[in-house]
């Protein structure tokens, strides 16, 4: 095919289409944030105006491990006993959905009781809600750990030294929240994006704890949240 002065224009014309579309999205970005479009490609540092809630979140294991241990599972000390409790319906698994991501646990399994299930789809429902209001969309958490056996807190410990004897975690109604990782429809997630996805993920965990839904600590070695339902 020989490439002659009609291809020539076309290809102009293709250059002179792009280059103006271009020139508009940043145009609408510069007048408008609250433009879905402009949300999208921002890449200003935003003010939220966002208050920290996670030094909020100071729930110590010694204060709440008895009423987690009466509302939670009997202690798992290897798989089978695990499996017997979801085989019973007192432990139902958890999978990533449009909401969160469930990693993959190296010390613990993505199961928990019914209402701590509960309780995470509201966290993520409300903090999804919270966060669309801020031109902020389509927002997701990762799930970093949630029901162990006691051999899980003998391994975990070895690479975590605060890993309780006497974790939450061993009774099904203990999972943690990362705050450092999301997933936002957005094309650059810049730091004021991650500081306020962080504080608002907070300040929802709060508000269920305020209303007597949950207990919480704000894990910075782990960076996470860790939330224990009630």
């Known amino acids: 095919m020989k490439f002659n002065k009609s291809h020539l224009i076309l290809l102009l014309k293709i250059f002179s289409v792009g280059f103006i ?4 999205i940043f145009f609408f970005i510069k007048r408008d944030r609250k433009n879905p479009v402009s949300a999208y490609f921002s890449t200003r540092c935003l003010d939220y105006r966002q208050k920290d809630f996670d030094r909020k979140l100071n729930d110590r294991i010694v204060d709440y491990s008895a009423a987690a241990k009466l509302s939670g599972i009997n202690i798992c000390k290897d798989e089978n006993e695990l499996k017997r409790r979801i085989s019973e319906g007192k432990l139902v698994k958890v999978t990533s959905g449009n909401r969160y991501v469930v990693e993959k646990m190296k010390f613990s399994y993505p199961f928990v009781t019914g209402d701590s299930k509960i309780l995470l789809d509201e966290i993520a429902r409300r903090f999804r809600e919270k966060s669309s209001q801020k031109g902020l969309s389509g927002v997701k958490f990762f799930i970093t750990s949630m029901t162990r056996k006691t051999d899980n807190i003998k391994s975990l410990r070895r690479y975590n030294r605060n890993a309780s004897a006497n974790s939450p975690h061993l009774y099904g109604n203990a999972f943690d929240i990362s705050y450092k990782r999301f997933i936002v429809r957005k094309w650059v997630l810049t730091n004021c994006d991650k500081k306020y996805l962080k504080e608002a ?7 269920l704890r305020s209303e007597n839904k949950c207990w919480a600590t704000y894990e910075k070695i782990q960076n996470c949240y860790h939330v224990v339902s009630r």
Do not use: P, R, T
């Open 201 to 207: 993920l907070a300040e929802v965990i709060w508000q």
């Open 21 to 24: 579309i271009i020139i508009l």
